[in-house]
């Protein structure tokens, strides 16, 4: 039986204007990009630009207001994708698909047989995940790194409010 397959992304705010180009695939696959942006603001490379403010319009019963980083409370850009993300099952228009695929708007992917083999691994193991290189494929090493970071150590980001994110914290806490 084949999957229906959508890889997914978010562009929200100015952080990144453009939707990177996907090398054709073995396996069909629907791009879609979930952005505040009009289509004259952001270069989408072949992805179907989606401005239906899900994040709003499908809330998550669990986002309380007493969060930190519920969207009630942080209503930063970066934060807002975030929902698109992690909670992408609640956006109605994915629930056609037997796989969904996230990709970071800042990824390329250049391999053709990439989504293929995503695919297999997701029938195979239930879920799957992409290795994140930068720090050694290591969390503890990425909240050492993140904490040291501008964007999660202030209350203004990228011209944004948003909360202070005790990354150490957090990771102890989870």
């Known amino acids: 039986m084949k999957n229906k397959v959508a890889i997914i992304t978010c562009v929200y705010g100015t952080y990144e ?8 695939q073995t396996t069909p696959v629907d791009l879609i990009c979930f952005s505040n942006l009009s289509p004259d603001k952001i270069k989408l490379n072949g992805w179907e630009l989606d401005n239906t403010p899900y994040h709003e319009t499908h809330p998550v019963e669990i986002d309380k207001s007493n969060l930190r980083n519920s969207l009630k409370n942080n209503k930063h850009t ?3 994708g975030k929902y698109y993300k992690f909670m992408w ?3 109605p228009r994915l629930q ?3 796989v969904v695929i996230w990709v970071d708007a800042t990824v390329e992917i250049i391999h053709p047989n990439a989504v293929e083999m995503l695919v297999d691994r997701a029938k195979r193991y239930g879920i799957c995940t992409w290795n994140h290189e930068r720090h050694g494929g290591n969390l503890f090493n990425e909240v050492q790194a993140c904490s040291n970071d501008h964007r999660f150590n202030s209350t ?8 202070l994110q005790p990354v150490k914290e957090q990771y102890r806490d989870y």
Request: proline share 12%; with cysteine.
């Open 78 to 80: 970066y934060n807002i």
């Open 17 to 24: 204007a453009s939707c990177k180009p996907i090398k054709p």
């Open 89 to 91: 099952h609640y956006i």
């Open 96 to 98: 056609e698909y037997d």
């Open 156 to 163: 203004n980001w990228f011209g944004q409010n948003q909360p």
